[in-house]
């Protein structure tokens, strides 16, 4: 008597194989989040122009994403091939060590990203407030057509 067990779709597979590709390089794209931090944090220290940390920033804040995107690999590739068609093998995956211990990294770095990007990230004064038309932002431009039709 045969038994008949489901495969995985052929998406799922490849979506397995790329993301174990990507969790391959976690080490390096830590690395990389760590210098991104360590430029923001001398930066902020020895008082740089705000250009400069902004530009530091924005390098911080790409990192994070791309480290948010390999742990979300990393994860799902910890979970298997089964749970990219199955909510149920998801769950189960979730609950092994494994699982959790990817979880709460993705969960920690998506916290710092969101941390940063609410309060790390200086903002450009306006130019709009010099008068320079060219640099005018799309608040500025919605106003003066506001203004225009009453």
Known sequence: ????????SREAEVR????LEIRKDFGDVLEKLRVAQRRFQE????GAALPELREAALGLDAALTQAL???????RAT???KSYD????????????DGALWTDEVNRLRTLRE???LSGIPRVPRASK???????????VRKGLAAAHH
């Open 86 to 97: 199955s909510r149920i093998a998801r769950r189960k995956a979730k609950a092994t060590p």
């Open 1 to 8: 008597m045969a038994f008949f067990r489901p495969r995985v």
């Open 79 to 81: 979970y298997g091939v």
């Open 43 to 46: 930066a902020k220290a020895a």
């Open 115 to 117: 941390a940063h990007r």
């Open 130 to 140: 010099t008068g320079d038309a060219a640099a005018l932002t799309p608040r500025d």
């Open 69 to 75: 995107r390999a742990a979300e690999a990393g994860q």
């Open 16 to 19: 397995y194989h790329a993301d």
